[in-house]
């Protein structure tokens, strides 16, 4: 992969326009944040490598491809990357789960953690971070040296809609982990919300805005 790919299909970008709209309800939002989760999984692990087995249809015997090399962890940055999972499983059922808790200090928009739950064999896999915004860069970057500790070497990161700004972060410090996005957007604000953006994802997501 580049280290960043936006997923520009039109049936994802469709989809997308609604998850920005204020007036999309909360369970439509929750449905249309999974749909896109989906597809978005199905573009991070376009590359996985593959090896060809033996099988019989049938009709007749054959070779066919199956994934090979690492196993797959998908890590939710709480809360609202839980949104995102359900989709995600859907496609990679065999998948392990983990969880950082991250929240953001209001003064000084850095990320304080507050759990930390994954794999004990979660370095000898391949690592999917969710997270729907890609903001100031902040949590993902703390969640991905998080996991680059405990000896995680193997890492992606999965985001709805990213600044700029959060790109050029996450890029400086950790260039060795690509990105995949449904859009870029204009900037941040004098808050850290991305514009236009789509709102707080977790207040939305789960009905407490």
Do not use: W
């Not at 839980?82 to 003064?107: C, S, V």
């Not at 449904?182 to 604000?189: F, G, T, V």
């Amino acid at each position: 992969m580049t280290f960043v790919h936006v997923v520009d299909h039109p049936l994802l970008q469709h989809k997308l326009t609604y998850v920005r709209s204020e007036d999309t309800t909360t369970d439509n939002f929750r449905r249309l944040v999974r749909e896109i989760a989906a597809m978005l999984a199905y573009e991070v692990t376009r590359d996985l490598p593959t090896e060809r087995i033996t099988i019989r249809t049938p009709v007749a015997s054959c070779e066919a491809p199956v994934i090979s090399g690492k196993k797959l962890c998908l890590v939710s940055i709480l809360r609202a990357g839980n949104g995102m999972l359900d989709g995600m499983i859907e496609l990679l059922p065999g998948a392990r789960i983990g969880h950082i808790g991250l929240y953001r200090d209001p003064e000084t928009l850095e990320p304080v953690e507050y759990y930390f739950k994954v794999p004990d064999d979660i370095q000898d896999r391949l690592v999917i971070v969710v997270d729907p915004m890609l903001a100031t860069g902040n949590s993902a970057i703390a969640a991905l040296s998080r996991l680059k500790e405990v000896g995680v070497t193997s890492l992606r990161l999965v985001n709805l809609l990213a600044s700029p700004e959060g790109i050029e972060a996450v890029r400086a410090a950790h260039p060795d982990v690509p990105i995949a996005v449904a859009a870029i957007d204009e900037r941040l604000n004098e808050h850290g919300y991305i514009v236009p953006g789509l709102g707080d994802a977790g207040d939305r997501m789960f009905g407490t805005r």
